[in-house]
């Protein structure tokens, strides 16, 4: 969540153990995420990063 938030997402609600993210500039954009303490799941990354409108290698240098 920290590298979407550097990204420029914040969080527009939650509902549950999920968070919704939005972006100020491309309003167009909203993202589900799980709000667990476990990792998650490489497929649900990567469709999280997929969402976000964000390559693999974009998403990387975020978590840095």
């Known amino acids: 969540m920290k590298a979407l938030q550097r990204?420029?997402?914040y969080k527009s609600h939650q509902t549950g153990s999920h968070i919704q993210l939005r972006h100020p500039q491309k309003t167009a954009l909203r993202i589900?995420?799980?709000f667990r303490r476990s990792d998650l799941a490489p497929k649900t990354l990567k469709t999280i990063i997929?969402?976000?409108d964000l390559s693999l290698?974009?998403?990387i240098k975020?978590?840095?």
């Open 32 to 34: 589900t995420i799980p």
């Open 50 to 52: 997929k969402q976000a």
């Open 57 to 59: 290698e974009e998403f």
């Open 62 to 64: 975020l978590l840095k």
């Open 7 to 9: 990204a420029g997402f």
